[in-house]
């Protein structure tokens, strides 16, 4: 009796542990987002994530006020900023996802809304803003 009830403790302690089970080590890669989807943090390949867009407006402005004109931000303010916090300021999750093998950054793209054409682009480096790219927005 003793025996079976040990192994029926096993049992619910491996399940336990099982649903209670983290990260697998690829969620959010280092920019801390939640990875919902399902994304290959090192592939250089492009993988489509959200279908909403903002406004060219919006994304001018990321570009022009929120990130204060800059183009590369090591020693600024800026620097700190994280995925989510621009997430948050645009509104919407990126269009696109890629790793920047050269830059050795994650690189998100943010197309316009009804102009595929024009798209800000922000890389991020240990989770921290590092560069952007506005491309057809001002």
């Given at each position: 009796m003793k025996k079976f009830l040990v192994l029926m403790i096993s049992i619910v302690m491996v399940f336990t542990l099982t649903?209670?089970?983290?990260?697998n080590g690829n969620n959010g890669g280092s920019t801390g987002n939640s990875n919902s989807y399902n994304l290959d943090m090192k592939s250089t390949?492009?993988?489509?994530?959200?279908?909403?867009?903002?406004?060219?407006?919006?994304?001018r402005e990321t570009a022009q006020t929120y990130f204060g004109g800059l183009n590369y931000?090591?020693?600024?303010?800026?620097?700190?900023l994280t995925y989510d916090d621009v997430k948050g300021h645009i509104g919407v999750d990126a269009s696109?996802?890629?790793?920047?093998?050269?830059?050795q950054a994650e690189l998100y793209i943010w197309y316009a809304k009804g102009d595929d054409e024009a798209s800000l682009n922000v890389w991020f480096i240990n989770g921290k803003l590092d560069a952007c790219g506005a491309i057809n927005l001002i």
């Open positions: 649903a209670c089970g983290g990260d390949e492009a993988q489509p994530m959200s279908k909403d867009r903002a406004s060219a407006d919006v994304l931000f090591e020693g600024t303010e800026q620097a700190n696109e996802y890629r790793y920047d093998e050269n830059r």
